[in-house]
């Protein structure tokens, strides 16, 4: 079943984040009012998992200048995630919160969980300010995410949001503004 359209559910946990060298309390309330990205991964000490993670560091300040909170998500704790953050210099470059979720709860409440394996799939899942998934991703084991594809789709999910009536066709660009589409009778079996 799709989570599209869907409120995110009550969770509250803690999480490890480097800016504020400390442990904060992050909860669904924290996500309300703005867009946020809830980034999941299998495990800390992997192997795809630190590339993606990285990748994604490397453009979290332009999403912070869009609007856009960031949330990693695994079944590791957050104490595992302080460990890997001091121990890795590709996890060193991540500002962004790391969300421990060691009873599964998130996880769970995004029915991303592998069943009988205690690990999160491979997801990522799009938040507008409402608490509303409106995108998501979900990859095998073994093939990385590209965070600049992701932040395309959370610019065409801003601008449909801010433009009603508008869509944003593939391939979509931001300075591209003037390329989205007006869904009406007058397109039909003309695209």
């Known amino acids: 079943m799709s989570l599209i359209n869907t409120k995110i559910l009550p969770f509250k946990?803690?999480?490890?984040?480097a800016t504020e060298k400390d442990f904060v309390e992050v909860s669904e309330q924290d996500v309300l009012g703005k867009w946020a990205i809830f980034f999941f991964y299998p495990a800390d000490f992997t192997f795809v998992c630190p590339t993606e993670l990285a990748d994604l560091a490397d453009y979290y300040d332009e999403l912070q200048k869009i609007g856009v909170e960031v949330y990693s998500v695994s079944t590791d704790t957050h104490f595992v995630h302080k460990a890997w953050h001091d121990a890795s210099a590709?996890?060193?470059?991540?500002?962004?919160?790391?969300?421990?979720?060691?009873?599964?709860?998130?996880?769970?409440?995004?029915?991303?969980m592998r069943e009988g394996q205690g690990l999160a799939d491979r997801a990522t899942f799009l938040i507008d300010p409402d608490g509303v998934i409106q995108a998501m991703e979900v990859t095998c084991e073994g093939v990385g995410r590209n965070a600049a594809e992701l932040v395309r789709k959370v610019k065409a999910a801003q601008y449909v949001r801010n433009h009603p009536g508008e869509v944003c066709p593939a391939k979509w660009e931001e300075e591209e503004a003037a390329?989205?589409?007006?869904?009406?009778?007058?397109?039909?079996?003309?695209?």
């Open 90 to 112: 590709e996890i060193k470059k991540i500002d962004y919160f790391m969300l421990g979720d060691p009873n599964g709860v998130i996880t769970n409440n995004f029915q991303n």
């Open 179 to 191: 390329a989205t589409l007006k869904p009406g009778i007058d397109l039909v079996g003309k695209i």
């Open 13 to 17: 946990t803690t999480a490890y984040k």
